[in-house]
């Protein structure tokens, strides 16, 4: 990552985190669709010239006041964001190795209004997905939303979310 994008982020991070704290504001679905978004443009992976796989598994952890608020709506909300990220995939011309899924957890050490996205890319074990591959890639984990965790790692959680990669797909051969 460039040292821009490092300053960017870290800016991102302050301001936002500083007005979450400043103003108790609550977390809106809309800037975990942007975060996602993030994700994916942090996390893409390119395999060729034609082909670039960002994560398709996330998990949004979000303060325990901001998470009681939004868990009644889990699976929709889930549903919706998968969807945005899948649009913005598109645009990009990204492709998953399987399934979007977006989950809710609860995060005590985060204030309202504060968040954070994990991510990994998995690999389908049926054909039906977009961009199939073989084995599991771990994409990296990312702070957002006041960046409470900035220049550390934050805590690793079972399952394989986070860095460094717990096992690597092989790269394919070159195309030609």
């Not at 989950?103 to 209004?113: I, N, Q, S, V």
Request: charged letters at 20%.
């Amino acid at each position: 990552m460039g040292v821009m994008k490092r300053f960017e982020q870290r800016l991102e991070g302050l301001v936002n985190g500083t007005f979450a704290k400043v103003f108790k504001s609550e977390v809106q679905p809309v800037e975990i669709a942007g975060a996602l978004q993030r994700e994916c443009d942090n996390n893409a992976t390119i395999w060729n010239r034609e082909r670039t796989v960002v994560p398709n598994d996330f998990i949004v952890e979000l303060s325990a006041p901001d998470y009681e608020r939004l868990s009644p709506y889990s699976g929709q909300l889930g549903d919706e964001l998968s969807g945005l990220v899948r649009d913005y995939a598109k645009q990009q011309r990204y492709t998953f190795m399987g399934p979007i899924k977006v989950h809710l957890e609860k995060a005590e050490d985060l204030d309202t209004g504060l968040y954070r996205v994990r991510s990994r890319t998995l690999a389908s074990s049926s054909s039906q997905g977009q961009g199939q591959g073989p084995g599991q890639s771990y994409g990296g984990q990312s702070p957002q939303q006041g960046y409470p965790n900035h220049g550390r790692p934050a805590p690793q959680a079972p399952g394989g979310y986070g860095y460094p990669p717990a096992s690597a797909p092989p790269m394919p051969a070159a195309p030609p």
